[in-house]
């Protein structure tokens, strides 16, 4: 069975950190992964992607010199450090095993992880 586990979402201000984590099991695990994030209301968003061997990494505008993803294959980890927090980051965060070939597709919710909240506000 397929699972991915996401945690370390939570409150933050605004210019805070988070570091995101993504427990994987059930697959190989050495193959594309992505980060995506939905609020209410709205589609989901592409947030980032990083290959099998982690050398390639993929950040949308929005979060571009900001966050930083990882991963760590031994362990089966994925991470997603975020750093100067704003508020239009609030959003539910999921990884996400990869869908199609283009960097910024956001694949489909069964794709995705249970989630892990995060909150940007003072």
């Known amino acids: 069975e397929v699972r991915l586990v996401e945690s370390g979402g939570g409150m933050v201000q605004p210019g805070g950190s988070l570091r995101l984590s993504c427990a994987a099991s059930?697959?190989?695990?050495?193959?594309?992964m992505k980060w995506v994030r939905q609020t209410p209301g709205k589609g989901p968003e592409w947030v980032s992607t990083?290959?099998?061997?982690?050398?390639?990494?993929y950040y949308a505008d929005s979060v571009e010199d900001r966050f930083t993803v990882s991963r760590n294959n031994a362990e089966r980890i994925l991470y997603l450090q975020m750093n100067n927090l704003k508020p239009e980051d609030t959003a539910v965060y999921y990884c996400s095993r990869q869908y199609g070939s283009s960097v910024d597709e956001v694949p489909p919710s069964q794709y995705w992880g249970q989630g892990t909240q995060v909150t940007v506000s003072s």
């Open positions: 059930g697959f190989a695990f050495t193959e594309v």
């Open positions: 990083i290959s099998g061997d982690g050398r390639y990494v």
